[in-house]
């Protein structure tokens, strides 16, 4: 089991808090809350050791059109890139109260 933490900067308040996915089989779950700070923080719970190069690649490839204040926490169980990103944009449009 790996614990990675990640920093980035931020310049607007997220409007709630939100849970998509399951630690299962190859997925992840995040939890999002709003931040009291500028930054957005990352906590990476996962199950594949090794893979902190690829964490930080998909990380800086999301903050880098998200500019939101917020605590994630991501609990994976194998997750691959494309899911990790998708999981990223689910919970920021559940924060953000957005319907499919």
Known sequence: ???????????RLV???????VVGSGDLE???SPSATDRAE???RTSVDGYEHVWKSV????????DGAAK????DFGATP??????????VEASE???P
């Open 1 to 11: 089991m790996e614990k990675l933490r990640y920093e980035y900067p931020a310049t």
């Open 15 to 21: 409007p709630q808090r939100a849970h998509v996915g």
């Open 30 to 32: 995040i939890l999002l």
């Open 42 to 44: 990352v906590v990476i």
């Open 59 to 66: 990380l800086d490839r999301f903050f880098s059109r998200y």
């Open 72 to 75: 994630l926490e991501l609990n």
């Open 82 to 91: 494309g899911v990790v990103m998708l999981r990223l944009a689910e919970v």
């Open 97 to 99: 109260g957005v319907t």
